[in-house]
């Protein structure tokens, strides 16, 4: 599995091409996580994303290739946002490219558990005056 | 939760802008299926979707309307291509956007799911000669 993880401090659309298209690939899904102006009852105007970087980037390749033994998938693309992130901006990209829905599917949303879990970084709200 | 459906005889890009984000959207789930040079372990040089359309169309709405309850989310685009789709295209697109992406990533994966058993969506192969 072709694995490639990013912490960028710009918006995450530059960062993110269409993924190639590939004879064997049948399925590719892809999720951007974004700020929303609300965090945990309270309306907020951006959040701060801090990452102890070497490891939180040797956390995610780990993990990727944990889960590949349950989810065969060709290639994961993760892009993290540090910094402050206004609302309406992504924090997180993640693309998956598989034959099967299910495998690209599988590896997606385990990663996204995994991650919360087990991966330095760290987020601070800032209220709007 | 707004949905919209189409079935169009086109490569699919053209109809899928970068869905807007909005402040109450905090995940963004993408699915793009796509032709694969391998059907059932035959190689093959594309494949063709025919439709029953209006059927179609209004089945995947009412899937996705039923779905809501269980996951409910903001707002779901499905593009679905119709005719010859050569490999390397995609055959269908769906994007869900939800607050949180559990909700997100539940509709997708159920409405695939539901998709192939029950939406009068039919393919044939064409091998390469």
């Known amino acids: 599995m072709q694995v490639e993880v990013e ?24 999720f951007w996580g974004t ?3 609300e965090e945990g009852g309270t309306k907020i105007a951006a959040l701060h994303y801090e990452a102890y ?9 780990t993990i990727l290739l944990e889960l590949e033994t349950a989810f065969p998938c060709q290639r994961v693309h993760v892009v993290h946002r540090r910094g402050w992130i206004p609302v309406n ?3 997180i990209y993640v693309g998956v490219q598989a034959c099967h829905r299910k495998e690209a599917f599988g590896l ?4 996204m558990d995994r991650l919360k879990q087990d991966v330095p970084i760290w987020k601070t709200e800032a209220r709007p005056c």
Do not use: H, N, W
């Not at 970087?53 to 390749?61: D, I, L, N, T």
């Open 89 to 91: 901006e992504a924090a």
């Open 7 to 30: 912490i960028v401090e710009a918006p995450l659309e530059e960062y993110v091409p269409r993924p190639a298209a590939s004879a064997d690939v049948g399925a590719l899904a892809e």
């Open 35 to 37: 700020v929303r102006d």
């Open 53 to 61: 970087q070497s490891m939180a980037k040797r956390q995610m390749e």
């Open 108 to 111: 997606l949303t385990s990663f």
